[in-house]
């Protein structure tokens, strides 16, 4: 759950990001947001993803069933995706246009922070308590629409595993 939901007690479309970035890591590493049975460190996917990509190793996350039959470059894409939307600090999330053009490589991958960021803006919306920006790409919304996409097909070639992530936007963001 985000940080702000608990102390706010309300959905926004903040949220809905976060909830879309624990997807997204939920498909590419196979496995629960929490596993109580998991190596200590392993145990929060995001805090445990979040390491991997500060020791430049987040493809080490990777759910081990898909072996090596993935594209290391679109994982990476939806991992990274994934983390800059469940950014415990809600004003630096990006939307989900800009999630759905990084995803389809339209748009750079966002230089993140090498470790976890701590929350700076839990309070009400308009109510900020100072705040970092740590992303390359930064666009500016607009009433333009995002059309239905297909974000991310990881298939596992010859089996029966395979992952896709489809999304649609249709409301103006």
């Known amino acids: 759950m985000a ?34 049975n998991a190596r200590q460190n392993e145990v929060k996917m995001v805090d445990w993803v979040w390491e991997l990509h500060g020791n430049g190793k987040i493809l080490a996350a990777v759910d081990h069933r898909l072996g090596d039959e993935y594209d290391d470059k679109i994982m990476e894409c939806l991992m990274v995706v994934g983390l800059w939307c469940v950014n415990p600090d809600r004003v630096v999330r990006l939307s989900i246009r ?28 308009g109510i900020f308590f100072g705040s970092y920006v740590n992303s390359s790409f930064y666009g500016s919304r607009s009433s333009s629409q995002v059309q239905p996409s297909a974000i991310v ?16 936007v249709t409301k103006s963001i």
């Open 98 to 125: 800009q999630a759905i053009l990084v995803l389809n490589i339209e748009a750079p991958l966002p230089v993140l922070p090498k470790k976890i960021p701590k929350p700076m803006s839990l309070g009400p919306p």
């Open 153 to 168: 097909a990881i298939a596992r070639t010859g089996s029966q595993t395979a992952f896709s992530c489809c999304h649609s």
């Open 3 to 36: 940080p702000e939901c608990l102390i706010t007690g309300k959905a926004s479309k903040e949220l809905d990001v976060y909830s879309f970035g624990v997807v997204l890591l939920e498909i590419a590493c196979g496995r629960r947001p929490i596993e109580l």
